[in-house]
């Protein structure tokens, strides 16, 4: 049975773990730095597959030693943003939890397949390569996937129809300037330019970019975690299913895109091996000048992070 541990048993983390055990994909380890809550939550899920049926295990601990030889290591640790706080402004504590996090991770599981969940998450993706040494393929940043989900869950809602009949992507980093392919998105094939006007689409475009902090702001004390721990899990699915899937993930691209090095949101072959392909798709004119400016944003993020590690 593979394995995946979890760094971070908050509701992001422990979503997750839960998710992975009902769909029997692997045993799980919840790691956090605060022993009895990990271990409250793996027992609590684990007296829970009896009732699913479902024949693995789950582990709750603080002590990396238990996380030994994972095959995938999620990455959910820092804190959380508040109401009024942009992921950016996580930028400096995060980075630091994240850089304790791979130190440990690259220690005790060397081979292990990095996805990386914790905001500002372009510059997390960033840290985490830098302090694993990880082949590029091996680092992984969720959120395309979530983005999309939320776009396609704001069309669903305006046109009701159902999501099975939406197709559509979104690129760039996992901010205010992340980029729906309107020239991409279908509704039953057909494309959305012709399903609604110019103003509706930039209204689902503008609640897309606010969608955490939408809910952030219902929720006052705390942030998404249903709809990111089924995305995160979505990748656990296609690498140990080695599926070939094509998802939106936070990926490294040098010429691809004309990125020039850096991790950001693209469609990705996902596979055993992690990022196995990247795929260009091609832009319109409005949705290349979008990208520049996602891919400037995400440029700044990586300059300042590694300021700080200076």
Known sequence: MPKVTI?????????????????????????????????????????????????????????Y???????????????PRKPGMSRDELLEKNAAIMKGCVEQV??????????????????????????????????????????TARFKTFIAETLEVSVNQIDALVLGGHGDDMVPLISKTTVAGKPIIQCLSPEEIGRLVQRTRQGGMEIVNHLKTGSAYYAPASSVVAMVDAILRDKKQLLPVAA???????????????????????????????????????????????????????????
Do not use: W
């Not at 997750?16 to 022993?35: R, T």
């Not at 691209?253 to 795929?279: L, S, T």
């Open 106 to 147: 690259k220690v005790t599981s060397p081979k292990a397949i990095l996805i990386i969940v914790s905001n500002p998450l372009d510059a997390m993706v960033s840290v985490a390569s830098e302090v694993s040494g990880f082949p590029k393929r091996r680092i992984l940043g969720m959120a395309g996937i979530l983005d």
């Open 252 to 310: 490294y691209c040098d010429k691809e895109f004309g990125v020039g090095g850096y991790f950001i949101g693209v469609p990705a072959v996902i596979g055993a091996a992690g990022v196995e392909d990247i795929i260009e798709v091609s832009l319109s004119e409005e949705e290349q000048q979008q990208f520049e400016k996602t891919k400037e944003h995400v440029r700044e993020l990586v300059r300042k992070v590694r300021s700080l590690s200076r």
């Open 65 to 79: 030693a238990d996380t030994a030889d994972s095959d995938i290591v999620i990455i959910t640790a820092g804190l």
């Open 7 to 63: 760094l971070g048993a908050g509701n992001v983390g422990a979503t997750a773990a839960h998710l992975i055990l009902l769909k029997g994909l692997a045993d799980v380890v919840l790691l956090d730095i605060v022993p009895g809550i990990p271990r409250g939550k793996a027992l609590d899920m684990l007296e829970s597959m009896p009732v699913e049926g479902k024949n693995v295990s789950v582990k709750g601990t603080d002590s």
